[in-house]
């Protein structure tokens, strides 16, 4: 062994180290890429369709559907309002110095910030009271999210229908349950019985709650409706009630109850109730405080006041 190999053993050993970790410098790293992706998921969120056609159609981005694109959002909106916290504290000294210089005669409020402040208030406002231009931005919201509609079968037969049993969906609109089942059951689907859900069903069998329906809308069975005197209020609510009247127009509630459409206008108007005939049941019923079921109620029973909020 030399001499030189005999001095480097002798030698005690250095310790090497890593750079300490910047806590100050991660925080705002991670403020940056929460709100990056929170700006990502709230662009997203803004232009995908309506959560009945989005979860009805199985509607995904990137493999990903409205809930894991919503869950995401409240996440990472959750991440940048903590880091952002955490970031304030972190620069606080300096941001209190701040205060104290502007606190101690040295406050010059700028324009820009007067101008900020007062377009903030302005366009909450504006937002709260929904009128323009901020409003503009709440109609594209609707337009860009019903444009995904290009057909009516989209549209699900009432809201959440694809987490309803199979029994449920076929007694709400008035399909023939056991038709259904044989039906699906030809087509190759897998179905656990009369109470396995439509999305369950869809998933167990890779299509969508819409492709299953459309399978066995056809074994639909037209309700038997009873002459216009012939009806009590309970009546009414037992046979119509879920099976979405609230979307469907006066003329159309005419044509599938019986009564003449000058008829179904006078005795809405009996009541106060000013209509026209292209208006939908939900449409009216919000605008007087009633339920679409006291609408159609005041029209097939005689005498009837629907009670307002």
Do not use: C
């Not at 606190?103 to 409020?109: F, R, T």
Request: proline share 5%; no cysteine; net charge positive.
């Amino acid at each position: 062994m030399t001499t030189t190999e005999l001095h480097s053993m002798s030698q005690p050993k250095k310790r090497y180290r890593g750079k300490a970790l910047n806590w100050r410098s991660l925080t705002a790293f991670i403020v940056t890429w929460a709100f990056a992706v929170a700006m990502v998921t709230g662009t997203v969120l803004y232009v995908i369709p309506k959560g009945r056609v989005a979860f009805w159609t199985d509607w995904e981005l990137i493999g990903l559907d409205k809930g894991a694109w919503g869950n995401i959002h409240i996440i990472f909106g959750a991440i940048f309002i903590v880091s952002g916290v955490i970031h304030l504290y972190f620069n606080w000294k300096p941001f209190k110095k701040y205060l104290a210089e502007r606190a101690a005669g040295h406050i010059h409020v700028r324009r820009e910030v007067v101008i900020a402040s007062i377009g903030t208030i302005l366009v909450m406002g504006a937002a709260i009271a929904n009128v323009p231009p901020v409003s503009w931005v709440f109609d594209l919201n609707e337009t860009v999210k019903q444009s995904w509609v290009t057909s009516p079968d989209l549209e699900p037969p009432y809201g959440h229908a694809e987490e309803s049993s199979l029994r449920s969906l076929t007694k709400r609109t008035d399909i023939d349950l056991d038709k259904a089942l044989f039906q699906l059951a030809a087509d190759g689907f897998i179905v656990n019985g009369p109470r396995d859900s439509l999305l369950k069903i869809a998933r167990r069998n890779d299509t969508t709650p819409l492709e299953l329906y459309r399978r066995i809308k056809k074994f639909k069975v037209k309700p038997k409706i009873l002459p216009a005197g012939a009806y009590t209020a309970e009546a009414v609510e037992q046979q119509f009630e879920g099976k979405g009247i609230g979307r469907k127009t006066l003329t159309e509630i005419s044509s599938m109850v019986g009564v003449e459409q000058g008829t179904v206008l006078a005795r809405l108007a009996s009541v106060g109730i000013e209509a026209q005939p292209d208006e939908v049941l939900r449409k009216i019923a919000d605008r007087y405080g009633v339920t679409p079921i006291q609408v159609l109620q005041t029209i097939l029973v005689k005498g009837f006041k629907p009670t307002r909020d």
